[in-house]
């Protein structure tokens, strides 16, 4: 079955759902909308329709649209397009808020919907080797780097949901758990209205998870390091790397010499072989597939899911508050 699609929004991410809609086998891009006049050469480009206006786009035979407008437009733009019975992937987050949340989830309850969010690094390839490499029942800690710069669009949201959600959604995705919030700091150097730092220490049962996530910096950085018993994982989203750290065979140690020391120093060092491809490719396929069997398919972040994560950074800000 050939799934008809649109797109809402034209910015980085929006442009990026309308090429690979284009591309993929068993989907047809019919239009796409935005309200700035400028983005219709995109679709001159790739010969489809461009609107201005969402209830011209769905006026068109769509069986889904991807949501790619700002997020704090999430709720009003994933409401409308619910009404006109159109399956839903709205890119990160969900809404800016859980009551927003909660009403796009009911909404897409009620008119037998589905509903997906983009958090694209459930796609990475480094994540799914990760997935197959590493027992989570041995790992005891994690830290988080996830850092600018500041976006070049208009901010709407701060740090933590923008950038920092990334990361709470992928702890929740691998370990199947609801965390607790051990502590919280957020900081705004940059604009007053919204947080460009935060700091988030979290607890999934035995595991206790570390996110620091920033705008200050002018270079980009995504990893994520994972400490066990037995060794340490150190993953690059934006790469696509993994690496396993162990340590070396144990020797019979009597003479504590210089070379000793940089025996007991060593570690063995192992790149995990991993088959780099396109997060948001990988993401958008699942999505089509989801919509031909009638169910979100892993590991494609679901309504629910969504919904759980913006009740946990919500969590987060109402700790600061009753902390401060």
């Not at 709720?75 to 990160?92: C, P, S």
């Not at 892993?298 to 109402?318: H, M, Q, S």
């Amino acid at each position: 079955m050939t799934i008809k699609a649109g797109v809402i929004g034209l910015g980085f991410m929006g442009s990026a759902h309308a090429r690979i809609y284009s591309e993929l086998e068993r989907c047809e891009l019919v239009g796409v909308c935005d309200i700035n006049p400028r983005k219709k050469y995109l679709a001159e480009i790739h010969e489809y329709k461009f609107f201005r206006e969402i209830k011209d786009l769905l006026k068109e035979d769509l069986d889904v649209v991807s949501i790619c407008t700002p997020a704090f437009t999430h709720k009003e733009v994933a409401l409308q397009v619910l009404e006109k019975d159109k399956n839903i992937l709205v890119e990160k987050p969900l809404a800016i808020n859980v009551m927003d949340g909660e009403k796009i989830v009911r909404k897409a309850m009620k008119t037998d919907k589905l509903l997906a969010v983009g958090y694209i690094e459930r796609f990475n390839p480094a994540v799914n080797k990760l997935r197959e490499a590493v027992d989570f029942f041995e790992i005891y800690s994690t830290v988080s780097l996830r850092l600018g710069p500041i976006p070049p669009t208009e901010k709407n949201i701060g740090v933590l949901l923008d950038l920092g959600s990334h990361e709470i959604d992928i702890l929740n995705h691998l370990t199947k758990i609801q965390p607790e919030i051990l502590y919280a700091y957020v900081s705004n150097k940059s604009d007053p209205n919204f947080e460009d730092y935060a700091y988030l220490s979290l607890k999934y049962d035995n595991l206790h998870s570390h996110i620091e996530t920033s705008w200050l910096p002018n270079y980009k950085l995504r990893i994520i390091n994972l400490y066990g018993n037995e060794g340490m994982y150190s993953l690059n989203y934006a790469q696509q790397t993994l690496i396993s750290y162990r340590a070396p065979p144990q020797v019979k140690i009597e003479i504590g010499n210089w070379k000793d020391i940089i025996w007991l120093s060593r570690n063995v060092e192992e790149d995990i072989p991993v088959l780099k491809a396109e997060p948001l490719r990988l993401e958008l396929q699942c999505f089509i597939e989801s919509v031909n069997k009638g169910k979100v398919l892993d590991p494609l972040c679901n309504g629910r899911e969504a919904l759980e994560l913006l009740k946990i950074v919500e969590k987060a800000f109402n700790k600061i508050k009753t902390s401060k």
